[in-house]
C-alpha cells in the first residue's frame, strides 16, 4: 500500500516512477496529474522518481497521464518489488539506446556517402533522412505537440531547427543536431538511474533478518517485522537490525557508516546503537527504540531524497531564451517570405529563399552545442586528471562555492590508524622490544588498532611472526593478553592495564604520556609485561598530507569559510583540523546535525560544497549546492549521491576543480555571446537582400566550429 498521509485537504499518496528521461518531463506530468479529478496537489521529486499525490487517483490514471513519456507508475511500499533495477552491462546499454546507436550508425553512413566519389547525394540525404527519424522520432512528437499548444521549450526547439535544416536540404546538419539531443538525454538518464539505485541500495547496510527475543525463547523475524521494545540478540560479527539501547553485554561496534568515528566504539548497557553498525566480538542484548522504517538509516535516506528535491535543476538560459528565439524566427522567416512580395506584387521566389536563408540563419546549432561542448570539454578533461564531475549544472555551480565542509574520517583523513609514537617508561626499556611483543598480541586480532600496530612493527622490520603467543585472551573493549616468551604480556587501555593487571600502579609514571597523547586526539595504548607497564602507545587516523595544500588553495580562490564536520571526539576533531590548517572544528555531528550545519553555512555564506566519504556524509553531500565524494576511499552511496568524485583521493583536486568551474563559465558567456552575434550579423544582410542559404550556411557552420573550438580549450585547464 503507498504511503500514506491524512491533510486537511483529503489523502496524500507518495508513488514510485520509472521512466523519467529529464527534468522537462517530470515537470509536465505534474502538470498533467494536477489536471486530473479527484487529485487536489501532485509534486513530482525527480532526483528520487516519486510523485507525492494529495487526493483521488488510480494508478491507470497516473500512467495514463505520463502517457507521452510511457511512465509505469507503483504505490511507494510496493517499489521494491515492483520497480526492480534495470539490467546493466553492455548488452542492456545496447538494448535501452538502440535507436540512439542506429541514428549515429545512420549519420556516419550518410556522411561517408556525401564524402565518396561519384553521385552519392541522393542516397547520402536518404541516409541522414532515416537518421533523424530513427534517433528523433520521439522528439518531434513532443516537439510538435509543443508547436501545437504553443509551447516553446527546447524540444520545440530542436524541433523546428531540424525542420528547418530538412526543408532547405542540410540534412547533415539536422541529423547532427538529434543525435546529439538524443545523446544528452540517454546520459542524464543514466546518471539518475544510477543515483537512485544508490540511494535504495542504502536499505542494504542494515540486515533484512534478525533475532528477537520473544517469550522467552529466540525468534528469527523480518526486520521490517521489528517493533519498538522488542529485544534483539545481537551476536558477534552481526550487523544491528535496528536503533536501540544496550541491555546487556559488552562489545565493540564499528559504527562509522553512521557516525563517521574512525575507531570501533565499545558499547556497554545504556549506550545507544545504530541499525546498520557492526558488532565486533560480544554479545549484544538490544531494547529496539524504533522500528526499522523509523532508523537513522531509513532517515538518511529521507533526507537525501529531500535534499535532491530542493536542487532541482533550473531551466537553462537556452531553453528559456528559446521561448522567445523559436517562434521569433520562426515569425520573422514567414514574414520576410510573405510581406515583401505581397506589397510589391511579385518576387515570390526571390523573398521564399530569403525566408528559408533566415530558418538556416535561425538554425540554432552554434547557440545550442555552445553550452554542452564546453561542459563536455571540462569535463573531459577533468576526468583526465583524475576528478570525476557528473553533470553540468553540477560544474557550473561548483564555480560560485563560497564554503567549503570536509568531513573529518576518510576525508581529511585516510582512515587508516597508525602508530606515531612509541614512548617507553624505564630506560632499561627497549621501544622495539616494546613495539614486538604488542605486535605478537594484536597480530592475533582483528581490531582496527591490532593492524595499526602491526603495520608498525613491519614498518621498523621487526619480526614477530614467530613468537609463540599462549593462552591468549580478547577482552572486549579493553584490550588483550597471552603468555609469550616465559612472561605475561598485555596490551590495552590505560583504565584496563591499571585495573586488571597492574593495580599498584594507581599513581603510574604512565599518566602524563597518556594525557598528553589524549589531548593530541590520539588514543593511548599500554603495553604490559608480568603486571609492570613498559610502554605507551600511541596512535592516531593523520591528515592527509596533501589537506594543508589543499585548504590553502581554496583560502587563494576566495573561498570565504573552511569548516571540519565529523562525528568523531573533540580532541581526535581538533588535533586533525589543526594539522589540515582549518581552524573552524564541528564534532560529535550525526548525519542530521551535518545537514542543518550544511543550511547554516549556505545561510551565511552561499553556496556550499560538501566533501565526504561515507553513507553519514550522504545527506550533507546531497544538500549541499555540490556534494564532492572522496572515489577511491568513498561508499557507493557516497559517490552516487555525490555530484563531484575525487577518483584518486587527492584534495588538491578541489581547487583545480573549481578553477576549472569559473573558467568553463567563462567560455560558455564566451559562446553565447559570439553564437548570438553572428546570427544577429547574418540577418541583417536581410535588409540589402545579400543574405544567401550559402551565406545562413557558412556563418552557422562557422560560428559551430569557432564555439568547438573556443570549447576544447577547456581540456588543458592546468591544475
Not at 583560502?555 to 562525528?567: E, P, Q, Y
Amino acid at each position: 500500500m503507498a504511503q500514506q498521509t491524512a491533510s486537511a485537504s483529503g489523502v496524500t499518496k507518495v508513488y514510485r516512477v520509472e521512466g523519467f528521461t529529464c527534468a522537462n518531463c517530470a515537470g509536465k506530468f505534474e502538470d498533467n496529474v494536477r489536471k486530473l479529478p479527484g487529485v487536489i496537489d501532485a509534486k513530482v521529486n525527480f532526483a528520487a522518481a516519486k510523485i507525492t499525490v494529495t487526493g483521488e487517483a488510480t494508478i491507470a490514471e497516473l500512467e495514463e497521464a505520463g502517457a507521452f513519456e510511457r511512465l509505469k507508475v507503483v504505490p511507494e511500499d510496493d517499489a521494491a518489488g515492483v520497480l526492480e533495477d534495470r539490467e546493466r552491462g553492455v548488452a542492456s546499454f545496447v538494448r535501452r539506446n538502440a535507436e540512439l546507436i542506429a541514428g549515429m550508425a545512420l549519420l556516419l553512413a550518410g556522411t561517408l556517402a556525401r564524402l565518396a566519389p561519384g553521385d552519392g547525394r541522393a542516397a547520402a540525404a536518404a541516409l541522414l533522412a532515416a537518421s533523424i527519424v530513427v534517433a528523433g522520432h520521439r522528439l518531434f512528437r513532443a516537439g510538435l505537440k509543443n508547436i501545437a499548444r504553443l509551447d516553446f521549450d527546447m524540444r520545440t526547439l530542436m524541433t523546428v531547427a531540424i525542420i528547418g535544416a530538412a526543408a532547405i536540404g542540410e540534412w547533415i546538419e539536422g541529423a547532427v543536431v538529434v543525435v546529439l539531443f538524443a545523446l544528452s538525454e540517454a546520459l542524464e538518464r543514466y546518471t539518475m538511474e544510477r543515483a537512485r539505485r544508490s540511494i535504495r541500495g542504502l536499505m542494504e547496510l542494515a540486515p533484512r533478518e534478525a533475532l528477537v527475543l520473544r517469550n522467552g525463547r529466540e525468534t528469527a523475524v523480518r526486520a521490517d517485522e521489528v517493533a519498538a521494545g522488542d529485544t534483539l540478540i545481537v551476536r558477534p560479527g552481526v550487523k544491528i537490525a535496528a536503533d536501540g539501547i544496550v541491555e546487556s553485554g559488552v562489545s565493540s561496534v564499528s559504527q562509522a557508516a553512521i557516525t563517521g568515528e574512525s575507531l570501533p566504539v565499545v558499547k556497554a548497557p545504556g549506550d545507544e546503537v545504530f541499525a546498520g553498525a557492526l558488532n565486533g566480538d560480544g554479545l549484544l542484548h538490544v531494547r529496539v527504540t524504533r522500528p526499522a522504517r523509523e532508523s537513522t538509516i531509513a532517515r538518511i535516506i529521507r533526507l537525501v531524497e529531500e535534499a535532491q528535491a530542493k536542487r532541482a535543476p533550473a531551466q537553462t538560459f537556452v531553453d528559456r531564451f528559446a521561448k522567445v528565439y523559436t517562434p521569433a524566427i520562426i515569425a520573422l522567416a514567414a514574414l520576410i517570405a510573405v510581406v515583401p512580395p505581397a506589397l510589391s506584387g511579385g518576387g515570390w521566389l526571390d523573398w521564399l529563399y530569403q525566408g528559408l536563408s533566415v530558418l538556416v540563419v535561425g538554425c540554432p546549432c552554434a547557440l545550442v552545442i555552445s553550452t554542452p561542448i564546453a561542459i563536455v570539454s571540462a569535463i573531459g578533461g577533468a576526468a583526465g586528471r583524475g576528478v570525476l564531475i557528473k553533470g553540468g549544472i553540477h560544474l557550473e555551480q561548483l564555480g560560485s562555492v563560497k564554503a567549503v565542509a570536509f568531513d573529518k574520517t576518510g576525508t581529511i583523513t585516510r582512515g587508516e590508524p597508525r602508530v606515531t609514537d612509541i614512548l617507553p617508561l624505564e630506560e632499561s626499556t627497549d621501544r622495539r622490544d616494546a613495539l614486538r611483543i604488542a605486535a605478537a598480541l594484536e597480530g592475533r586480532s582483528g581490531h582496527p588498532l591490532a593492524a595499526a600496530v602491526t603495520r608498525a612493527a613491519l614498518d621498523e622490520g621487526i619480526d614477530y611472526a614467530g613468537i609463540l603467543v599462549e593462552n591468549f585472551v580478547s577482552v572486549t573493549g579493553r584490550g588483550i593478553l597471552g603468555d609469550a616468551e616465559g612472561a605475561r604480556c598485555a596490551i590495552g587501555s590505560p583504565e584496563w592495564i591499571r585495573t586488571e593487571l597492574c593495580p599498584r600502579h594507581s599513581n603510574s609514571v604512565w599518566d602524563d604520556p597518556v594525557r598528553r597523547l589524549r589531548e593530541e586526539g590520539k588514543t593511548a595504548l599500554v603495553v604490559a609485561r608480568n603486571g609492570e607497564a613498559v610502554a605507551v602507545l600511541g596512535v592516531t587516523d593523520e591528515a592527509r598530507p596533501e589537506c594543508r595544500e589543499a585548504v590553502g588553495g581554496l583560502r587563494a580562490l576566495g573561498v570565504r569559510k573552511i569548516v571540519c564536520l565529523t562525528g568523531d571526539n573533540r580532541f581526535a576533531a581538533a588535533a586533525v583540523a589543526r594539522e589540515a590548517g582549518i581552524d573552524d572544528v564541528r564534532a560529535g555531528l550525526l548525519p542530521e546535525d551535518k545537514l542543518e550545519a550544511i543550511r547554516a553555512l549556505e545561510a551565511e555564506c552561499g553556496p556550499v560544497a560538501m566533501v565526504g566519504d561515507g553513507v553519514n556524509d550522504a545527506p550533507a553531500l546531497a544538500a549541499a549546492t555540490v556534494g564532492v565524494a572522496m572515489g577511491g576511499a568513498g561508499t557507493d552511496a557516497a559517490l552516487e549521491t555525490a555530484d563531484i568524485a575525487l577518483m584518486g583521493d587527492d584534495l588538491r583536486k578541489l581547487p583545480y576543480a573549481i578553477r576549472l568551474s569559473r573558467k568553463t563559465l567563462a567560455v560558455i558567456r564566451q559562446n553565447i555571446a559570439f553564437a548570438l552575434l553572428v546570427k544577429l550579423a547574418a540577418l541583417l544582410l536581410v535588409v540589402p537582400g545579400w543574405l544567401t542559404l550559402w551565406i545562413g550556411i557558412l556563418s552557422d557552420m562557422g560560428a559551430t566550429l569557432i564555439v568547438a573550438l573556443n570549447a576544447m580549450r577547456l581540456m588543458r585547464v592546468r591544475e
